[in-house]
């Protein structure tokens, strides 16, 4: 048997990289499984994927957080993803018993624009306290509501009647002067505690809108709203309501190498083909000469320099001039995922993708006790 060999750093950057050209995207299939290469063994090894892990947070804000996940396969990526997406549990309106609604919004309407109001409250409560909710079978015994328990079921209100504004100014025409409750607001939404909830759901842990200042309906004087709404857990596979993310997206890290040197007029018209931030000028210097002999011809003239790659979006449009042919190349690597994940507030930011990982772990584990039951 040949004995087994190692490629080169340099291989193994040209292997990672997606080549993005004028019209074309090559190397964009994936070639880490044995066999593919001769003389090499590229079996998975734990140590080996261990070392290569990496994990970076760009910004880390309570609704909004951007990091980098590096030395994994696109499909470990998007597996986390799609579980921040659809797999991570919320609690949202699920039904509204309406019990008068006079105002121009209908019914069907306004249950919808309802559940979709992202609410917050405390984390030990929602997460460990409240359960999820099943629905009565057909034969169950009749009762107002069979399966409703303080632990699977927190109760909310709304009341509101527009009334007209006696201390409005004469000619006023403003109507959030002129009359009382004249705009409907999730703050309008009344928490109404039952049974344990009081120990989980009080003081600044109390169930309330993400945002209070999401309108719900306009009303006019002799209009009114009573409705009684019940929340449940759920996850976005059912209904994008339970997501707990507005948006969860990756993109693959941007690659910018300058071959050649551009300088003076090129240079300047090279930084204005990327987003601001994404190329830089700065004078080439005799030490730039010493290390690059490319320049040493362009001593005291300004030349192009990546600066941060990271912020580029790949537009190619350096590819369409003629004076950038073959200095420049782009590309993409494979391994390196930059996500942006936005809470839609009920969990943090940052707290979604450590979430989503146990549930991938979850899933893990059932498959192996699956696979060893097959065997078996």
Request: with cysteine.
């Amino acid at each position: 048997m040949a004995p087994l060999t190692k490629p080169s750093q340099e291989e193994l950057d040209r292997r990672r990289t997606i080549g993005v050209n004028l019209e074309t995207v090559t190397n964009v299939s994936a070639t880490e499984f044995p066999g593919n290469y001769p003389g090499e063994d590229l079996s998975w090894d734990i140590d080996e994927f261990r070392d290569g892990l990496q994990i970076k947070f760009h910004n880390n804000e309570q609704h909004d957080a951007s990091f980098s996940l590096i030395g994994v396969d696109a499909s470990i990526a998007n597996a986390f993803r799609r579980i921040m997406i659809a797999e991570i549990p919320t609690v949202a309106i699920e039904t509204a018993f309406i019990d008068n609604n006079t105002s121009v919004v209908q019914d069907e309407v306004l249950a919808h624009r309802l559940g979709l109001i992202p609410f917050r409250g405390g984390q030990d409560g929602l997460r460990n306290f409240i359960r999820f909710w099943k629905r009565p079978a057909v034969d169950a015994e009749q009762g107002e509501f069979p399966t409703s328990f303080d632990y699977n079921t927190i109760k909310l209100d709304l009341r509101v009647e527009c009334t007209h504004n006696r201390d409005a100014a004469p000619g006023e025409t403003d109507p959030t002067k002129l009359y009382n409750h004249a705009h409907v607001y999730a703050k309008d939404i009344v928490f109404v505690p039952e049974g344990r909830q009081v120990q989980y759901f009080s003081g600044a842990d109390a169930i309330a809108p993400v945002n209070p200042d999401i309108l719900i309906a306009k009303l006019r004087p002799g209009q009114v709203i009573d409705i009684e709404m019940h929340m449940h857990k759920g996850i976005g596979a059912d209904h994008a309501k339970y997501s707990p993310v507005c948006t969860a997206s990756y993109r693959l890290l941007p690659l910018i190498d300058i071959t050649k040197p551009i300088v003076g007029a090129d240079a300047e018209k090279f930084a204005k083909c990327f987003p601001e931030g994404v190329i830089g000028l700065e004078e080439v210097t005799s030490k730039t000469a010493k290390a690059d002999k490319a320049y040493a011809e362009h001593i005291g003239e300004t030349r192009a320099v990546v600066l941060d790659a990271m912020r580029d979006t790949v537009s190619r449009e350096c590819l369409r001039h003629p004076e950038f042919q073959g200095k420049v190349k782009l590309g993409r690597r494979k391994d390196h995922f930059i996500f942006a994940v936005e809470s839609s507030g009920q969990w943090d930011s940052d707290e979604l993708f450590l979430e989503s990982i146990k549930q991938l772990k979850i899933k893990c584990q059932k498959l192996e006790t699956q696979v060893k039951n097959m065997i078996r």
